[in-house]
């Protein structure tokens, strides 16, 4: 069993930028691919982007490419978002993910566990 607990979300003003943790427990963590995903009001969840148990291996969806960035600290079981020049667009509920199965996945299919989720509002 795996348990996530995000933190980092907040208000911010276009252009600005935020950090989000996803603090895992399980002794699988360093193994496990590990994703963000975010929801709009009104919209489907979306992939935003993932890493590999090694953090050799990341996948971005395009509208987050080169504005944001995961990162994983296997020895503390945290992995971050990384998120600058946000846009009101970005503004959403994001939510950590893992997966049992090992490579990357961009669908919330592929992920067994998840977190509650953290508020990322962008003000323009």
């Known amino acids: 069993q795996v348990q996530l607990v995000e933190s980092g979300g907040g208000l911010v003003q276009a252009g600005g930028s935020l950090r989000l943790s996803c603090a895992a427990s399980?002794?699988?963590?360093?193994?496990?691919?590990m994703g963000w995903f975010r929801q709009a009001p009104g919209k489907e969840r979306e992939f935003v982007t993932c890493i590999t148990g090694s953090g050799a291996g990341t996948l971005y969806t395009d509208s987050v490419k080169g504005r944001f960035t995961i990162s994983r600290d296997n020895a503390k079981n945290t992995v971050y978002l990384q998120m600058n020049s946000l846009k009101p667009e970005d503004t959403a509920v994001y939510y950590c993910?893992?997966?049992?199965?090992?490579?990357?996945?961009?669908?919330?299919?592929?992920?067994?566990?998840w977190g509650q989720g953290t508020q990322v509002t962008v003000s323009s």
């Open positions: 993910a893992a997966r049992s199965s090992r490579g990357s996945s961009g669908t919330s299919r592929g992920y067994d566990y």
């Open positions: 399980g002794r699988t963590f360093s193994s496990s691919t």
